[in-house]
């Protein structure tokens, strides 16, 4: 199906197309939620302690988030099914190996070669989707996919839990193989061969190497520098500042650049990329911090918790495909400042959490995050991809992914910093449990009014982007959802 077709409705086709997209989504949404519950388990079965283990997360999502353009580009210059597949498989053989990992540099290793696949899939989803399906029902379709790594992501904690608890830690990456495989079958039938976009194109590979280092030292400055290694934390960001300009500077003379910096002169484009890393860092930030609020200020049980946190991925489940269905239809503006504008109430209304507020009020509260967030992510990911020329499609998807990623590293890091400032550098600490609960609130409230005021920047930016012409029928939204 071609970017021209007239079609409204997805196809039985489509949808099957659309099912193993969103398999791999599944599977990246669980696996980055799977593992933390699972850390415990892991140091002491390994020994090693809490900063070696963690180590875990940090080679992954340094991998990953290096590595999403390169991804998306090889898609370009080898065609999106056979690299899209080839991750899947070498995401399912980094599982197994990470499950077989006899000491903690093996399965270290291992997660940096599952990241190398979780690249792939993660970047090639949305070009996929853009390059296969009409214009018309690329909202629902991005959507669908979003449900899916929502549904992952809200499973991970429950899912980890469960098989750490009656199995073993091992089992967290084994559940990866039966979804792996039944996707790769499924992908060989299903997704159609086209040609490159980009075949005669070349890898950039020191423009890999900068973005690597730069977005390495990154992360490794935020997680640093509110501890007591805040010297290498700061010296790490200034590195990576400096391979931040190194990289632009390439890029703007590289014959095939990772990313054509022109493509940044669209400012719609730019700006809606910009509302992604926004709306990702508000729910990442909120999402690290609620279970220090609902542990150190209400008292409640761990796996009560959980639970309780499960309130924000079910309302993003809830709105996404919806919100991608009428975006098709309405435009993709009325619907993201909507969703923006959800959230921002939403985080009005958790910053007035306090020691006495009822389970019943959090879980509300965290809903009305998710589905704001649910109404916005979609209708954003359509809109990035529709302002992407056909043959930048797959650097667009990669650079969403990228910003997604980015989104979520400086969500948890800047919110624990404004916690930190306002309660004091006890918070990061074990003594943080004998803080007094009211200290604690504030602190939280505070953090929860950083991420309002980060959705409201993103409103802000919205109406600044022209609306464009919907592509669909008004009246089927009502009716065909």
Request: hydrophobic letters at 55%; one cysteine or more; a neutral charge.
């Amino acid at each position: 199906m071609t970017e021209c077709s007239t079609g409204k409705k997805m196809s039985t086709k489509d949808f099957l197309i659309v099912i193993v997209i969103a398999l791999g989504s599944f599977m990246a949404g669980l696996d980055a939620t799977i593992v933390n519950i699972a850390l415990p388990d892991i140091a002491k079965a390994l020994d090693v302690s809490t900063v070696t283990v963690s180590w875990v997360l940090n080679a992954y999502l340094i991998i990953l988030v290096s590595l999403l353009l390169a991804a998306s580009r090889l898609g370009d210059m080898k065609g999106y099914r056979n690299i899209f597949l080839g991750g899947f498989a070498l995401f399912t053989v980094g599982s197994a190996l990470c499950g077989l990992s006899p000491n903690i540099d093996v399965l270290i290793i291992s997660r940096m070669i599952q990241a190398v696949g979780g690249a792939v899939i993660s970047a090639l989803g949305a070009v996929m989707v853009t390059s296969y399906l009409s214009a018309s029902v690329r909202g629902q379709a991005l959507g669908i996919v979003a449900m899916f790594t929502m549904l992952g992501a809200a499973l991970g904690p429950v899912v980890g839990g469960f098989l750490t608890s009656a199995f073993s830690w091992q089992y967290i990456f084994y559940v990866n193989l039966p979804v792996g495989i039944v996707a790769i079958i499924l992908g060989m039938h299903i997704l159609p061969q086209r040609d490159p976009v980009a075949p005669g194109a070349n890898l950039d590979v020191p423009g890999v190497v900068l973005v690597f280092v730069a977005l390495g030292t990154l992360i490794v400055g935020l997680t640093s520098i509110q501890g007591s290694s805040a010297v290498t934390g700061l010296a790490a960001l200034v590195l990576s500042v400096i391979f931040w300009a190194l990289f632009v500077a390439w890029e703007r003379k590289a014959k095939e650049p990772l990313i054509k910096l022109d493509l940044l002169s669209n400012e719609a484009f730019t700006l809606q990329n910009v509302n992604v890393m926004l709306i990702q860092m508000a729910m990442a930030g909120v999402m690290v911090i609620m279970p220090f609020y609902l542990e150190l200020v209400k008292h409640i049980a761990t796996d009560n918790a959980g639970t309780i946190l499960l309130a924000l991925p079910v309302g993003m489940i809830m709105t996404a495909p919806i919100a991608g269905k009428f975006s098709d239809v309405i435009g993709t503006k009325k619907p993201i400042i909507f969703g923006f504008l959800v959230c921002a109430v939403a985080l009005i209304l958790l910053s007035t959490l306090s020691v006495s507020t009822s389970v019943g009020h959090i879980c509300i509260y965290l809903f009305l995050l998710g589905a704001g967030t649910g109404i916005a992510f979609s209708p954003l990911n359509s809109a990035v991809m529709g302002e992407s020329p056909a043959q930048e499609r797959g650097m667009s998807s990669g650079l969403v992914k990228m910003m997604t990623n980015l989104g979520s590293s400086l969500g948890v890091a800047s919110v624990m910093l404004v916690a930190t400032v306002v309660a004091g550098p006890k918070l990061t600490e074990i003594s943080a449990h004998q803080l007094p609960s009211m200290d604690l609130a504030g602190a939280f409230d505070a953090a929860f009014l950083f991420c309002m005021v980060l959705e409201v920047i993103g409103i802000i930016l919205m109406l600044k982007v022209p609306a464009k012409e919907p592509s669909g029928d008004p009246e089927e939204a009502v009716m065909g959802f």
